[in-house]
């Protein structure tokens, strides 16, 4: 019986594959509709993408295949879904932060926000979480995650290898090395004893030594700084993925905050223009010394660094030029250089994505040196063009080899997947026969209507795009609304909020499916973080819509502009 688990479960993956796919096969075959086969294919791929069946870059593949077999899209529209503006804003965000890694200016950016904010964990969660929010709330969640996580697993990196430093396992490791270093090759000449002897001293240097006292670790001993390695390893990577997450999360709350900080709050926007319009108008003292230990070695290494070279002084301008752009492009409380120059009949054709790409082939024509014959004399550049030696070429900033090394071509995939899921609800329907069946809401109060929504569209933004989630959802929370007299505002606001409450699953939002591409984290792990923080969203939302929202929008008197011939009787 052993064998027989052990079996099913080194091969649960190939069976999961085959099962699940079988077992959800009547709800498209007893109903037989294009909703049905919509909500098969969403079913299926969010299964496949919480266990884990197959890479999520291959699960996302699915409506290529699935959607076009079941009429719901031709293929050619499905694959249109895969490459649209958010991708490419997501390429150009990581090949920034590939350029900041690649001149090593993450390194020193790291050692300088651990000189400033010190070494404590709620020092540098506070720190990064901040930052991460206040960006977010002026530009896309997708480019403040993409341009602080590499920063922040750098910063993490640097403070795991200072502590291992300064740690007893650390020591051991350094005094074994220094012995390897001092163990040197017999040469033939020696005598036999000389031999013997040095045979002996190298074998003590194989020997760990106590990095008190010097003497021969015992096994238990020996055992014990293992012990503690691997908790300073268990440590560093919960460390990693607490960071990863806090980063991440940060970009979708502060993202809340501002009206352009997140394009469903956007999207609320533009329904609600529309509305008018169509219905009127304490640490130990141990812990101190080794944070205190951790603190000099990170200052000597950020000496160790010298000054800033040429390819890190390039890499920080273009970033700031590229902050400085994104924050002026759109800014929303007054025009911005997009909309003044690029504008046509009342639209921009300028956006997030094509600033970052500008900004990225910058990179790879810009030099990561000062060409030496700008810093020669004349005679010396004479000299250099008479003479027959080849001038190398400077490398640029970036090149595509390290960039097609370091992109996560996978997650690409993954967005594109989550879009082609959007596209599929709208072209089936549904998403109009899931707003049909919220009607019967009207007969429960208004703050159980609000938080039954929330949740559910919470829970819905986990498979699809936040933006797709909005579009779908406001204009048929908004007609139910004014169908039972309420405040279209008191549920469109909530709902647009929680639609950015998508922390479960990597390919929820961008932010995310950045924070998962680097490896330390699971989708396990996200979903666990995930639920709690979608629960506690949701409840902070509701608190905040029936207590200050209330007064600050009028929630309690039904609009005139959301009057209209079937809401003739609201008051």
Known sequence: MTAVWRVIVTHRNYLIALLVPLLILPLPLLV???????????????????????????????????????????????????????NMLFIGGLMVAIAVEHCNLHKRIALGV?????????????????VTAFLSMWISNTATTAMMIPIAQAVLEQLHKSEHETSPAGRVAESINKAFELQEAPSKSDSSQETQTQACATLLLFLPLHPDNGHVLTVEEEEKLKDVKQLEEEKHLTFCKGMSLSVCYAASIGGIATLTGTTPNLVMKGQIDDFRKNFGCGASASMKAKQKMAYRVIKDEHKKLGPMRFSEIAVTVLFLLLVVLWFTRDPGFMPGWATNVFNKN?????????????????????????????CRNRAQQVQQQDSTRQTSVLPALLDWKTVNQKMPWNIVILLGGGFALAKGSEESGLSVWLGSKLTP???????????????????????????ATTTLFLPILASMAQAICLNPLYIMLPCTLSASLAFMLPVATPPNAIAFSYGKLKVIDMAKAGSVLNILGVLTIMLAINTWGYPMFDLNHFPVWANSTSAASCK
Do not use: H
């Not at 000189?115 to 990064?128: C, E, K, Q, S, Y």
């Not at 009207?442 to 936040?466: D, G, M, R």
């Open 32 to 86: 037989p509709t294009q909703e049905a086969r919509c909500g098969y294919v969403i079913i299926l791929m969010a299964l496949f993408w919480c266990m884990e069946v197959l890479p999520l870059g291959v699960t996302a593949l699915f409506p290529v295949v699935l959607f076009p077999l079941m009429n719901i899209m031709d293929s050619t529209k499905v694959c249109m879904e895969y490459l649209k503006d958010t």
């Open 114 to 130: 651990l000189l400033i904010l010190g070494v404590r964990p709620a020092l540098l969660f506070m720190g990064f979480m901040s």
């Open 346 to 374: 009342g639209k921009s054709y300028v956006t997030d994505a094509t600033v970052v790409i500008f900004i990225s082939l910058l990179m790879f024509l810009i030099p990561s040196e000062i060409p030496t014959y700008l």
């Open 441 to 467: 809401l009207q007969n429960i109060s208004s703050p159980a209507i609000a938080l039954l929504l929330c949740l559910l569209v919470a829970t819905f933004t986990e498979c699809t795009s936040n933006v």
